[in-house]
């Protein structure tokens, strides 16, 4: 595989970042305009993965609380499964962590589903801790936010210190 860089989103990037989301299942697929508004205004804090020949391989789509600003969250992380296991999916979050820690935040969360096991053992392996908190459910072994989503939507919360 070629090499790749990591940078961060323009505006014009949300088409591509749409285009690949539809290939992540099973992450949550947002309506375009979600990906709009995180390449627009969320810039500082979303980033792509590209190849040399400008091919998005990769994105990840997080912003700062501005309830607590020493809190950021990862919303959505994508790399194109075709290529995965490559060190793509390290490299953004290390980017996101970055851009994070130089903003003054001290803890990263993010969510994922309970049947999502690739994306769990991946977080578990960079050192993200489950939130054990709250209202849980065990759900094959993994400790899970009951209806954190909705009703029956119970998600899995990840949460790991800046350092």
């Known amino acids: 595989m070629e090499n790749f860089k990591v940078r961060n989103t ?3 990037d949300f088409v591509d970042i749409a285009d690949l989301g539809e290939k992540c299942s099973p992450m949550a697929i947002e309506r375009n305009s979600i990906y709009h508004i995180f390449t627009k205004y969320f810039k500082s804090t979303s980033f792509v993965a590209e190849l040399g020949s ?3 391989v990769g994105f990840l789509l997080g912003f700062i ?3 607590n600003p020493e809190e950021a969250y990862m919303h959505l992380l994508c790399v194109d499964p075709k290529i995965r296991n490559m060190g793509i999916g390290r490299a953004l979050v290390d980017q996101f962590f970055e851009a994070a820690s130089l903003k003054g935040c001290k803890k990263v969360y993010l969510i994922t589903k ?3 096991w690739k994306s769990i053992s991946f977080y578990r392996n960079l050192g993200f801790e489950e939130d054990k908190s709250g209202n849980t459910i065990n ?3 993994t400790t899970a936010i ?9 998600m899995v919360v990840f949460f790991k210190p800046t350092k």
Do not use: A, D, R, V
Not at 147 to 153: R, T
């Open 65 to 67: 609380s501005q309830e």
């Open 146 to 154: 009951k209806n954190y989503n909705g009703l029956g939507e119970h």
């Open 10 to 12: 323009i505006e014009e």
């Open 54 to 56: 400008g091919e998005i």
């Open 114 to 116: 309970p049947i999502n």
């Open 139 to 141: 759900i094959m072994g």
